[in-house]
Nanobody, 120 residues
Framework: QVQLVESGGGLVQPGGSLRLSCAAS????????MRWYRQAPGKERELVAV????????NNLDSVKGRCTISRDNAKSTVYLQMNSLKPEDTAVYYC?????????????WGQGTQVIVSS
């Protein structure tokens, strides 16, 4: 069974830092593109960053560029999201996503999410 388990969320003050982790299992992690999404209350889910299987790192949101860094450890089958200088608008449920390529089509797998609350 494919599993994506996020951790590291919590309450943090504005300007603080947090590192989210996503432990993956049930597929070949090194061959998958890993993504972090987030969804704020009442808003659409949005792509935060991408870690490609080839080793590339891509920031998607202009609002988090320079503050968020995605990385991966293939040996541990884990993808991370380091977040610095956090702002209240970063408050959201953060989801880990895996793009797993198949012989005919690709498939996306989702974790349950971890809550990040940025507030004084």
């Amino acid at each position: 069974q494919v599993q994506l388990v996020e951790s590291g969320g919590g309450l943090v003050q504005p300007g603080g830092s947090l590192r989210l982790s996503c432990a993956a299992s049930g597929f070949t992690f090194s061959s998958a593109d890993m993504r972090w999404y987030r969804q704020a209350p009442g808003k659409e889910r949005e792509l935060v960053a991408v870690s490609t299987s080839s080793g590339g790192y891509i920031n998607n949101l202009d609002s988090v560029k320079g503050r968020c860094t995605i990385s991966r450890d293939n040996a541990k089958s884990t993808v991370y999201l380091q977040m610095n200088s956090l702002k209240p608008e970063d408050t959201a449920v953060y989801y880990c996503n895996a793009l797993v390529r198949g012989p005919v089509f690709d498939r996306n797998y989702w974790g349950q999410g971890t809550q990040v609350i940025v507030s004084s």
